[in-house]
């Protein structure tokens, strides 16, 4: 205690209270004056070196993240050589090496030997000048650890890894969060909605519909309708118990709480092409200053990415309610496909993932179902001629889904849905009808796959937004509904 006392006065410059310390308590033999002596009498040593080694091999891998996105850019030798940032020496070096292995000898001696004052910046040195103009416009990130936040709930094995070649922290860019606005909205200065703001994914409390998750208002009902199908996939379908099909509808938090994780697992998972996920998180500070054509909304402002290898140390993300988690989400499977591939999989490159309204695009809901952002729901692909030779490529469903969709507006004629879609794996089919999305399943497994369908089964509807109070039963049969 009393040499964390001492640190805290001296910092502050109060000489005569550590005289007036000494006088009431002298030091002996045996006090404990610096951290080196608390360290050697604790057994610390050890311990202390394994961590200011992890410690700099994270810095230094945040650091090499910068150095790879910032060269080419003009404004990149300003920003290294600044003799106010307080890691110049670092970065120079890795520049240096960065440049050697490129072959940019010419930058690389810039480096060397090329000393700018504050007034060849511009003209103005001060940072707030700099960043003002645009100068230092990316990422101002302080913290090479993750921080803490209400919406996920990292398991202890994940925070044990963390660092490791299964879960690395990399910086976000500028240009990435314009990306992402572009292709959720089309335009850097659209915002979500507060609808889309407050909506997570809590569970409902009616006793009889514990696994249904609530919609609190219109506008995301696209992806809460394909987690809510993913969730039932693995509390009805993959989970070994041996209770009866209804009592499987009846779950604990614990059991609707796994499934939901595994279910956002999955997901991502599928959208990295079952090869790597990203799971986008809240720092719960913003980690740069919008300049220019963007307009801030205190989200992805906030957000803060991490790149994780295999699908167990995915599962052991949760999701938890609170605000922004579907914002998140999204956010998760766009990275995981990454945006250049979401442009890719589209019928027209200027399509976007949110709609008028605050509407879920078919687009998104493919995404979530099938990991590809495809603009149609028919099989395979479609080329219809344009003249003159040409022909426009339309792409659908690549292969059968676990999740199936079903959609109103095939009954209207203005769409087909492919039998990967009306006959997934599971008996679990999104309803698109019209402007809104919803579930609806079975509990008999085969239902879908079997060529042999029973004469009579049920269907069961659910609703986030509907405010349900029992579970919607349909019963059919080869006459019809009963």
């Given at each position: 205690i009393r040499h964390d006392s001492v640190v805290e006065i001296t910092a502050r410059g109060l000489k005569k209270t550590i005289a007036c310390m000494d006088e009431e308590l002298p030091r002996t033999n045996l006090s404990i004056n610096n951290r080196s002596d608390l360290r050697r009498i604790l057994h610390l040593?050890?311990?202390?070196?394994?961590?200011?080694?992890?410690?700099?091999?994270?810095?230094?891998?945040?650091?090499?993240?910068?150095?790879?996105?910032?060269?080419?850019?003009?404004?990149?030798?300003?920003?290294?050589?600044?003799?106010?940032?307080?890691?110049?020496?670092?970065?120079?070096?890795?520049?240096?090496?960065?440049m050697k292995k490129g072959g940019d000898a010419k930058r690389c001696h810039l480096v060397d030997n090329r000393t700018l004052s504050n007034s060849d910046v511009d003209g103005q040195g001060s940072r707030t000048s700099r960043m003002r103009r645009g100068i230092m416009a990316g990422p101002i990130t302080t913290s090479s650890q993750v921080c803490s936040f209400p919406y996920f709930t990292f398991m202890s094995q994940l925070i044990g890894r963390f660092g490791s070649e299964s879960l690395i922290p990399t910086v976000q860019t500028y240009g990435t969060f314009n990306a992402l606005k572009e292709i959720i909205f089309g335009s850097p200065m659209m915002c979500f909605s507060e609808e889309w703001?407050?909506?997570?994914?809590?569970?409902?409390?009616?006793?009889?519909?514990?696994?249904?998750?609530?919609?609190?208002?219109?506008?995301?009902?696209?992806?809460?309708?394909?987690?809510?199908?993913?969730?039932?996939?693995?509390?009805?379908?993959?989970?070994?118990?041996?209770?009866?099909?209804?009592?499987?509808?009846?779950?604990?938090?614990?059991?609707?709480?796994?499934?939901?994780?595994?279910?956002?697992?999955?997901?991502?998972?599928?959208?990295?092409?079952?090869?790597?996920?990203?799971?986008?998180?809240?720092?719960?500070?913003?980690?740069?200053?919008p300049?220019?054509?963007?307009?801030s909304e205190g989200v992805l402002e906030t957000v803060k990415k991490l790149l994780t290898g295999p699908l167990r140390v995915l599962c052991s993300v949760q999701f938890e309610s609170g605000p922004f988690g579907c914002i998140l989400f999204?956010?998760?499977?766009?990275?995981?496909?990454?945006?250049?591939m979401v442009r890719r999989d589209m019928d027209v490159p200027t399509s976007t993932l949110i709609g008028a309204h605050g509407y879920c695009t078919q687009e998104l809901v493919n995404l979530l179902l099938c990991g590809r952002a495809v603009s149609n729901v028919f099989d395979d692909e479609m080329k219809l001629d344009s003249g003159n030779g040409n022909f426009t490529l339309l792409k659908g469903i690549k292969e059968r889904c676990n999740i199936g969709l079903l959609s109103l507006f095939e009954h209207y004629n203005i769409c087909k849905v492919g039998s990967y879609l009306k006959t997934p794996r599971f008996p679990l089919w999104v309803v698109c009808s019209e402007s809104h999305f919803s579930v609806l399943f079975s509990?008999?497994?085969?239902?879908?796959?079997?060529?042999?369908?029973?004469?009579?089964?049920?269907?069961?509807?659910?609703?986030?937004?509907?405010?349900?109070?029992?579970?919607?039963?349909?019963?059919?049969?080869?006459?019809?509904?009963?």
């Open positions: 040593e050890s311990l202390y070196k394994k961590n200011k080694v992890r410690a700099f091999l994270v810095m230094k891998l945040l650091i090499s993240k910068i150095i790879r996105i910032c060269l080419g850019s003009p404004s990149c030798l300003h920003f290294l050589q600044s003799e106010e940032h307080p890691l110049k020496s670092m970065l120079e070096i890795m520049v240096k090496e960065q703001k407050r909506q997570s994914f809590t569970f409902s409390h009616v006793p009889a519909l514990r696994y249904g998750i609530v919609q609190k208002k219109g506008g995301p009902c696209g992806v809460l309708a394909a987690v809510q199908a993913t969730v039932l996939q693995k509390l009805l379908f993959e989970r070994t118990i041996s209770d009866s099909s209804s009592e499987r509808l009846r779950v604990s938090d614990a059991v609707r709480t796994k499934c939901l994780t595994e279910a956002v697992a999955e997901i991502l998972w599928r959208a990295g092409d079952r090869k790597k996920a990203t799971v986008a998180i809240n720092s719960g500070r913003s980690l740069f200053t300049v220019g054509h963007y307009r999204i956010i998760c499977a766009i990275l995981s496909r990454t945006i250049p509990l008999y497994e085969d239902l879908a796959s079997s060529p042999w369908s029973p004469r009579e089964f049920d269907l069961y509807y659910y609703d986030g937004l509907a405010n349900q109070q029992e579970p919607i039963r349909l019963t059919v049969c080869e006459f019809g509904l009963l």
